[in-house]
């Protein structure tokens, strides 16, 4: 089975801009979560999404948001970027079975440069 | 606040020896814990799962409630043990997707 996928590899952005990045999770797992990682904060939860809809969502502003497709992919955006938003995004799927704690795969990451 | 503590940011060890990995976290319930770790150059991945005792590499963990702490041991590390380890228990109910990471210790085995 291929592993969760995450595309670009690497982004630099300015200022002001926005972002996507997107997130293949591995085949038949229907959860879909989004992390950051920053030297200073380490790994900190964004949000998840299970069959198109938000389930869980951390403390970050408006700015960050996602979403989920029919077929589990999911892309998160940042809007209007800042500095502080450089950071390693990180997806992390799972099956998504109901009421279980279960294991996370993660990807490779998306490595954001805000200049 | 929910809080999960890793006091060590790095850990040198030689090989052979006995490592520990502390890990300490506040929360008054039951929780469900895990450690992860990253390889270089390789992807955050599950090292283990208390409720399972889910393993790899020959890894454990006690969970003591009345100390809140899940400490990760190996009695003789290896090399390729180097890494960094990620505690990242769940605080609460069902997690959908939410882990709470701890800071990370960095191991480094020496030969």
């Known amino acids: 089975k291929a592993g969760v996928t995450q595309t670009p590899r690497y982004l630099i952005k300015t200022r002001g801009q926005q972002v996507t990045l997107s997130c293949s999770p591995i085949?038949?797992?229907?959860?879909v979560s989004w992390y950051q990682q920053t030297p200073g904060q380490g790994l900190q939860f964004l949000f998840e999404y299970f069959s198109e809809t938000q389930r869980n969502k951390g403390n970050f502003p408006g700015r960050f948001s996602g979403r989920q497709f029919s077929n589990s992919r999911s892309e998160m955006n940042v809007s209007t970027l800042e500095l502080g938003d450089s950071a390693l995004y990180l997806c992390?799927?799972?099956?998504?079975?109901?009421?279980?704690?279960?294991?996370?795969?993660f990807g490779s990451g998306t490595q954001l440069s805000v200049l | 606040a929910q809080r999960v503590t890793q006091p060590e940011k790095l850990l040198s060890v030689f090989k052979g020896a006995p490592v520990e990995l502390k890990c300490n976290y506040s929360y008054s319930g039951s929780p469900e814990l895990f450690w992860y770790v990253q390889y270089s150059r390789q992807r955050l991945q599950l090292l283990l799962r208390h409720i399972s005792r889910e393993s790899i590499k020959g890894f454990t963990a006690d969970l003591n409630k009345g100390e809140t702490s899940f400490h990760l041991k190996k009695p003789f590390a290896q090399e390729e043990d180097s890494a960094m380890y990620y505690c990242a228990p769940i605080l609460g109910g069902t997690s959908y997707g939410k882990l709470t990471f701890g800071q990370g210790t960095i191991l480094t085995v020496h030969p």
């Open positions: 992390a799927s799972s099956p998504g079975h109901r009421g279980a704690n279960e294991k996370l795969f």
């Open positions: 085949s038949g797992h229907r959860s």
